[in-house]
Structures are given as structure tokens and as C-alpha cells.
């Protein structure tokens, strides 16, 4: 998101609308701020579910900022091309399944 975007419109703003203050340190709005931090707070959580390439898990966004290209461009540049639209339950828990699966049988993973 940029820093000229008004929060609220489906990004991780504050939803407070108006002027945020700058921040001194990077130069940015307030609002710009708080959209980082939380990219932050999502990148870090995912990173204690995943701590190395052979570690292997299931991250489920369920939010729907999620699909808002300016929310998911804030992923880590690792996670990004596995991120997959909502197709509904059943979909996610047939694509779980496999995914497991495919995992468990790889010999370099067990």
C-alpha cells in the first residue's frame, strides 16, 4: 500500500481515515506505518511455523485482504508464489489433504 492511500479502503490500515503523523525514523505516514507493521506480524508468524526448507505446513489466511494485491505483495517474497485463491472449503480441505500427503511420502522430509 502506499503511503497517498486512504485507509479502510481494504487494506491493513488503521481505518481511522484522515492525516496520519509521519514517522520521523522512516519517512513514512502513519497509516503506511501500521500496513507494515502488520506485514510484519503475518511474515513473523508464518516464520514460527516454518523455520527451515525442510520444515513443511499449512499457513490459511482467512481474511479476505488477503486477495488485495497490497496486502499479499507484503508476504515474504518465499511464500507469495504459494498463495492460492479462496475456491471454497471443500476445495482447501481436498488441497489440504494432498498436500499433506505428498509431503509425508517425500524420504527427504521424513
Known amino acids: 500500500a502506499s503511503a497517498g492511500r486512504a485507509a479502510g479502503?481494504?487494506?491493513f490500515?488503521?481505518?481511522k481515515g484522515g492525516s496520519a503523523p509521519r514517522s520521523q525514523a522512516a519517512g513514512i505516514g502513519g497509516a503506511e506505518w501500521?500496513?507494515?507493521q502488520a506485514h510484519r506480524a503475518v511474515n513473523?508468524?508464518?516464520g514460527r511455523a516454518i523455520r527451515h526448507k525442510l520444515d513443511y505446513g499449512a499457513i490459511l489466511f482467512l481474511d479476505s485482504r488477503f486477495a488485495d494485491p497490497r496486502n499479499s505483495s507484503g508476504l515474504s517474497s518465499?511464500?507469495?508464489p504459494h498463495v492460492r485463491p479462496?475456491?471454497?472449503f471443500g476445495r482447501a480441505v481436498?488441497?489440504?489433504a494432498r498436500f499433506y500427503r505428498v509431503a509425508?511420502?517425500?524420504p527427504e522430509l521424513t
Open 9 to 11: 479502503d481494504g487494506g
Open 13 to 15: 490500515g488503521t481505518g
Open 34 to 36: 501500521y500496513v507494515q
Open 44 to 46: 513473523q508468524a508464518i
Open 78 to 80: 518465499w511464500v507469495r
Open 86 to 88: 479462496d475456491e471454497g
Open 94 to 96: 481436498r488441497d489440504l
Open 104 to 106: 509425508e511420502s517425500d
